[in-house]
């Protein structure tokens, strides 16, 4: 691994461990957002909490974690490999920030993010599965389950070459929702509710 692939994915995962939902709650003026509501540290949880800006602002500085170092590296030139190690390595930031003891989101937003520079036909497909999904279910978690399920099969059609990579993301994403799909299958999962 060459120093500019170490430094893309160092600095990915240093900036996906900037928890924007504990510091935007912070400037809230509300506690620790990972003892509040479900207690992740993702949009969703915000939302429940803190209200709608308070969510907006989460979501897009999330989205932005991931689509920043990968969009950077695209630029810098990084082959499929090493685009896919930033991505994953932004996420990893979210769910596991160096900054605040290791305990992030699930890394929805972050994933989204990291995915949408490689194709915007792809982005599209993702974004637009969980807003269909998340209409019908009215569940946060369904939709993001159903939408990093299909994401391998959007990624083999649109950018093959990235096929495998997404499939870990998206199995390290699904993995963080198992006390979701739990709650789901036991009915415990609400509408607008746990994430």
């Known amino acids: 691994m060459t120093t500019s692939i170490v430094f893309f994915v160092v600095g990915a995962y240093l900036i996906g461990s900037?928890?924007?939902?504990?510091?935007?709650?912070?400037?809230?003026?509300?506690?620790?957002?990972?003892?509040?509501?479900?207690g992740n540290a993702g949009a969703t949880n915000v939302l429940r909490v803190a209200g709608k800006k308070a969510a907006a602002i989460v979501f897009?500085?999330?989205?932005?974690?991931?689509?920043?170092?990968v969009y950077a590296g695209f630029l810098f030139g990084l082959a499929p490999?090493?685009?896919?190690?930033v991505a994953i390595a932004a996420c990893l930031g979210h769910i596991f920030p160096v900054f605040f003891?290791?305990?992030?989101?699930?890394?929805?937003?972050?994933a989204l993010g990291a995915l949408m520079p490689l194709d915007w036909a792809l982005a599209g497909c993702l974004f637009g599965t969980w807003l269909c999904v998340f209409t019908i279910a009215r569940i946060s978690s369904v939709a993001a389950i159903v939408t990093f399920s299909l994401a391998p099969i959007y990624t083999y059609i649109f950018e093959p070459d990235y096929t495998i990579?997404?499939?870990l993301l998206c199995l390290l994403i699904i993995g963080k929702h198992r006390d979701n799909?739990?709650?789901?299958?036991?009915?415990k999962e609400k509408a607008k509710n746990k994430s």
Do not use: E, N, Y
């Not at 490999?81 to 190690?85: Q, V």
């Open 18 to 38: 900037v928890s924007s939902a504990i510091i935007v709650t912070r400037l809230f003026a509300i506690q620790d957002i990972r003892q509040q509501g479900s």
């Open 60 to 69: 897009l500085f999330d989205l932005l974690k991931g689509a920043i170092p």
């Open 81 to 85: 490999i090493a685009l896919s190690l």
């Open 101 to 110: 003891q290791f305990k992030g989101g699930k890394g929805v937003a972050t």
């Open 165 to 167: 990579a997404v499939t």
């Open 181 to 187: 799909i739990k709650r789901l299958f036991s009915s």
